[in-house]
């Protein structure tokens, strides 16, 4: 229950690590039926993504879902709406200097691992796997 941009270190050159893992990010007691669930670092990694895509920290609560909804939106409203909606969330720090077909990609991963139900959430071999497809 660790991974967040905090714990994202980097090297001199700029390999990236993940630090203070613990055995507590192995399980997650589910607040509907207290079962564990391997996914609470699935919800994390979402979290982070979010945190790449947008350059902004996410702030507990429902922004950073809120900020993504727009993927789940869009029919009848023009072709271009999901890509304008996504512009507008990437970091402006970019400027427009990233593939948006990328970003997309990146953006619809983190809407799926930060979905409320566990069991609608990616496992971790699938993502890596949609990663290792994008290098």
Known sequence: ?????????????????????GAKSL???SKD??????KV???GFGVMLFELISGEEA????HFKKSLGFLGEGEGEGDGFVFERLKGLVDP???EDYPIGEALCLAV?????????????PSMSY?????????
Do not use: F, Q
């Open 59 to 62: 702030v507990k609560g429902a």
């Open 27 to 29: 399980i997650d007691c």
């Open 93 to 95: 720090c970019l400027e």
């Open 127 to 135: 993502v890596l796997k949609i990663l290792a497809r994008m290098v």
């Open 1 to 21: 229950m660790n991974i967040n941009s905090r714990n994202i270190l980097l090297t001199e050159t700029c390999r990236a690590k993940i630090a203070g893992l």
């Open 109 to 121: 991963l983190a809407r799926a691992c930060v979905e409320d139900d566990p069991l609608h959430r």
């Open 41 to 43: 670092d699935v919800y």
């Open 33 to 38: 039926t207290g079962a564990p669930s391997v």
